[in-house]
């Protein structure tokens, strides 16, 4: 191939590449020249700040903390960010909602959330309300920057030597942000969040923004958030007319609002009023002079019983207002009037019934608490019981506490196989089953051999809905339980049909509602209407709320309408009886005897109810049947009153045939005189109160457990290689 250069070109091309290696060369090596003599320099530089001795071990120290706490700090930004997301939201408007709540007549029953955030201006607070807050919780607010780092470090010293917490050492700016963004679970997490987020406020807001978001925006007792409602509620006036008394024991309120809320415990509240003071006077906001009057005339709150307010109740209806607020189905209206389905008389009588039965036979049968919901088919809840003291704890555990359903369960199994072909006089076997290393027994630790499903569930054996659900699958049995109201996650076990995994009183509720209405997906829910102040409706259920959706078969339900009345006439649940009213039903015990369950229903009613103890300790082998399907009665009793009987849906009226005579005062005579005509209505009520306040004050007498009305099997157990002679019926 020709060369297409001439020996002249070439030779110029080799001179220019070797001009350029040789300024590549050159300028590479002035560079490290010139890096070498800067190196030499600071090396030179560092050695005469040379350090030793106690100066060496300080420097070295110090550089270690530098360099973790750069590092930390990187951390603690990093975990926070997710609580930043929430800051990109209205939060402004996400609590500030004002309800006001009536019963199903119109009737005030009470308040929750806050009142508006410009409805009382700072300024409009009195001043020693304002120095007391601060006093208390802040004294330095004013001077930090949103992390009060003496006060942190004065906290920790004391909670030092008191070998206890007697101080937070949290600001009001991070107080507000736990209030604002954050739960109250105590985690290094949620801390780290909240410090950032105090920081983010600080910058965003100013100091007195800051104080009016917190005065209104801490719970202090009673279903009240925000001075101003706490102000009304105690005292029955405004904020802005407090008295130096009241305020200090309104700002008492924010360290531990259920343990010194005045109108449970008057005495701690005045001490801790004390202690408000004390804190004013050492943080210089006032004199003893002027603290002397408070602390001899100390505030007296308005009487507030207990029994005035269905406080549980309120606490459900308003997060069920929240969250058609935060749907925007409020217009953006932050000041509402809601009618709810509360009847007053029932909700009375549930906490009378849960709280008369832990009295009596609590103690012989170790048990504490107690929680009871009580609806329409449909879903409109008429009383709710959390607990047996609002007071002592909100802890609402007829809607957040999940425990154990037991033999109250299996009502999904046997539904599940009504849907696939089953009938009630299908025959099952019930004899042993193993499934791993597990074999679930019965409680007699017999077996009753071929049966019929009818059978099965009024005696309330075990080993055949696990053979049920082995058959239909459990992944369908969870599913019937989500179609008939069940919003807790089930979790499949080989156990599962005989109830361990975990649902609430109000799921139980809404599940057994499914079949007292004849098939429709039951939703529970409070509020019947919202209307604004002015009286224009925004939200009305009927119009608004979805319609019931059709999710189990009528001839299923039909079926199972049919057992369930056989149980609570013929089986575990018959102390559920109402005389004059076709009632059906399940007992449930889980396992230890930890919760005991009666789940019932009539054509107009639910009833779900639970006892147990918060700590899950077992109880003294209390059964379903037992306090369970007492209180079922003693509610219903009340609910039924005045109302004509609806027929559950799958079953015929009772007939009205005459002329048998009641051989004497016996519960089974009365019930089934009362049930097929033979006696009126409201003897038969009188005479079945009648023997029930006979048994049960022989019985507390006695001090011996209640006896069962009449001749009931047992309710049923597990006793296997996972659950060891553990009840779970």
């Known amino acids: 191939m020709r060369n297409p250069f001439s020996g002249e070109q070439l030779a110029k091309i080799k001179k220019a590449l070797l001009s350029a290696d040789s300024a590549v060369d050159s300028g590479v090596y002035a560079l490290g020249s010139s890096f070498s003599e800067v190196w030499s320099r600071f090396v030179g530089f560092s050695q005469d700040l040379r350090v030793r001795t106690w100066q060496r071990a300080l420097s070295e120290i110090s550089s270690e903390c530098l360099t973790w706490g750069a590092i930390g700090a990187v951390g603690m930004l990093a975990l926070a960010q997710p609580a930043f997301q929430a800051t990109k939201e209205d939060w402004r408007k996400r609590v500030d909602l004002a309800v006001t709540f009536q019963d199903r007549t119109g009737v005030e029953i009470g308040r929750r959330g806050i009142l508006q955030t410009d409805a009382v201006s700072l300024t409009d607070i009195p001043d020693h ?46 107080q507000l942000a736990k209030n604002l963004f954050l739960s109250n679970e105590r985690t290094l997490e949620r801390k780290v969040k909240e410090a950032f987020l105090a920081l983010w406020l600080e910058t965003n807001l100013s100091k007195d923004e800051i104080l009016k978001l917190y005065l209104d925006r801490a719970y202090l007792g009673g279903g009240t958030f925000g001075v101003e409602a706490a102000a009304q509620f105690y005292f029955n006036k405004s904020a802005r007319n407090l008295t130096l008394a009241e305020s200090v024991m309104l700002a008492g309120l924010f360290k531990a609002p259920t343990k010194f809320a005045p109108h449970i415990n008057l005495s701690a509240a005045r001490a801790r009023a004390n202690v408000v003071l004390d804190a004013l006077v050492a943080s210089g906001f006032m004199t003893e002079g002027q603290v002397h009057a408070a602390r001899l005339n100390p505030a007296t709150p308005v009487n507030r019983q207990r029994g005035n307010s269905p406080d549980y109740y309120l606490d459900w209806a308003f997060n069920e207002v929240k969250g058609l607020s935060d749907a925007g189905r409020l217009n953006g209206v932050r000041s509402v009037v809601v009618k709810t389905s509360l009847d007053p008389l029932v909700q009375k009588k549930a906490e009378e019934a849960v709280e008369n039965n832990l009295r009596q036979f609590g103690s012989q049968y170790g048990v504490k608490q107690a ?191 049919k057992i369930l009345v056989n149980v609570v006439e013929n089986g575990t649940g018959r102390r559920a009886i109402v005389p004059g009213v076709t009632v059906g039903g399940k007992t449930g015990t889980s396992q230890d005897y930890r919760d005991a369950w009666f789940v019932g229903f009539s054509g107009d009613f639910t009833a779900a109810v639970w006892f147990g103890n918060d700590d899950f300790t077992g109880t003294r082998n209390m059964t379903g049947g037992s306090l369970p399907a007492m209180t079922f009665h003693d509610v219903m009793m009340v609910a039924q009153g005045g109302v004509d009987p609806k027929p559950i849906p799958g079953l015929a009226p009772r007939g009205s045939a005459t002329g048998t005579p009641i051989a004497a005062l016996d519960p089974n005579s009365v019930d089934q005189a009362a049930q097929s005509g033979k006696l009126p209505r409201k003897t038969a009520v009188v005479l079945d109160e009648i023997y029930t306040l006979m048994m049960r004050a022989s019985e507390q007498v006695a001090g011996v457990k209640p006896a069962r009305r009449a001749a009931a099997p047992a309710e049923g157990t597990v006793n296997s290689a996972m659950f060891v002679g553990r009840g779970l019926n």
């Open 371 to 561: 929680a009871l919901v009580l609806m329409e088919p449909l879903g409109a809840v008429r009383a709710l019981v959390g607990g047996r003291d609002y007071g002592a704890s909100q802890f609402n555990r007829a809607t957040d506490a999940q425990r154990q359903p037991g033999s109250s369960f299996k009502v999904y199994v046997y539904t599940t196989a009504m849907m696939n072909g089953y009938t009630p006089n299908s025959v099952i076997t019930d004899g042993p089953i193993t499934i791993g290393n597990w074999s679930p027994q019965n409680y007699g630790r017999s077996f009753a051999g071929p049966t019929t499903l009818m059978n099965a569930l009024t005696r309330s054996y075990n080993t055949v809905p696990v053979r049920l659900g082995r058959t239909l699958g459990l992944d369908k049995v969870v599913a019937t339980a989500e179609k008939m109201g069940v919003r807790t996650p089930l979790r499949i076990n080989r156990a599962l049909a005989l109830g361990t995994s975990e649902v609430t009183v109000m799921d139980q509720a809404a599940g057994y509602s499914t079949l007292a209405n004849g098939g429709f997906r039951t939703i529970p829910y409070a509020a019947t209407e919202i209307r604004d102040n002015l009286g224009n409706v925004l939200w009305t259920h009927e119009k608004d709320a979805p319609k019931p959706e059709r999710t189990i078969p009528l001839q299923a339900v039909g079926d199972m309408n």
């Open 129 to 174: 309300m304002r120095k007391a807050a601060m006093a208390i919780e802040d004294r330095r607010f004013y001077q930090h920057f949103g992390i009060d780092v003496l006060g942190t470090f004065r906290a920790v010293v004391e909670n030092a030597r008191a070998n206890t917490v007697v101080q937070g050492g949290s600001s009001l700016s991070q």
